[in-house]
């Protein structure tokens, strides 16, 4: 059972604005940045927002991150195709650990 | 160009042990914090173990302490995570992933090796 929470679907048609949340809690959301990734079938994740909120070079502008208090979201907009993976949420917890959320399979119909 | 090679896995008995191995290149190893990351088949990412780039500092999961061991060699670029007490519930793709500069706490993942399998059967 992940700390963070997620949820396990969402789903979009092409164009649309998708948002994904991730909830936790004063000792790692609360208190530390958020970072997502985007993991394709059968490859190793990608980081896709640092920070909370920052973009790697190379990351479309079309994937944004946000955080207000102990949750956060990811929203990606103008939606494709290739969007289609697995996003996963991930804090440091002050319990001396990195925390994952289980994880959002994002369909695009 | 970042490269992060992992070697090391294979088919273990329940109780058994394994030595992972991350060989690392492009870029200057002792700078970074070292993190081990798995996936569980059909599951989603579970973080396992980090260490700091001088291997001052180690962090385990909770599931993982007591049982893997990280450890780092900044001579020849190199990080490993000793495995023991092996379990059902290890068996997972074990990834290394590149951490932030002299950082091993947050999940500043920006580079990760293509993974090394870990079953754990009799």
């Known amino acids: 059972q992940s700390v963070l929470t997620q949820p396990p679907s969402a789903s979009g048609t092409p164009g649309q604005r998708v948002t994904i949340s991730c909830s936790g809690s004063?000792?790692?959301?609360?208190?530390?940045?958020v970072y997502w990734y985007q993991q394709l079938p059968g490859t190793a994740p990608k980081l896709l927002i640092y920070r909370n909120d920052q973009r790697p070079s190379g990351v479309p502008d079309r994937f944004s991150g946000s955080k207000s208090g102990t949750s956060a979201s990811l929203a990606i907009s103008g939606l494709r195709s290739e969007d289609e993976a697995d996003y996963y949420c991930a804090a440091w917890d002050d319990n001396l650990s990195v925390l994952f959320g289980g994880g959002t399979q994002l369909t695009v119909l | 160009e970042v490269q992060l090679v992992e070697s090391g896995g294979g088919l273990v008995q329940p109780g058994g042990s394994l030595r992972l191995s991350c060989a690392a290149s492009?870029?200057?190893?002792?700078?970074?914090?070292m993190h081990w990351v798995r996936q569980a088949p059909g599951k989603g990412l579970q973080y396992v173990s980090a260490?700091?780039?001088?291997?001052?500092?180690?962090y385990y999961a909770t599931s993982v302490k007591g049982r893997f061991t990280i450890s780092r060699d900044n001579s020849i670029n190199t990080l490993y995570l000793q495995m023991a007490s092996l379990r059902a519930e290890d068996m997972a793709v074990y990834y290394c992933a590149r951490g932030a500069l002299y950082d091993s706490r947050n999940p500043y993942f920006d580079y990760w090796g293509q993974g090394t399998l870990v079953t754990v059967s009799s």
């Open positions: 260490i700091s780039s001088n291997a001052g500092s180690t």
């Open positions: 492009g870029f200057t190893f002792s700078t970074y914090g």
């Open positions: 004063s000792s790692n959301i609360g208190s530390n940045y």
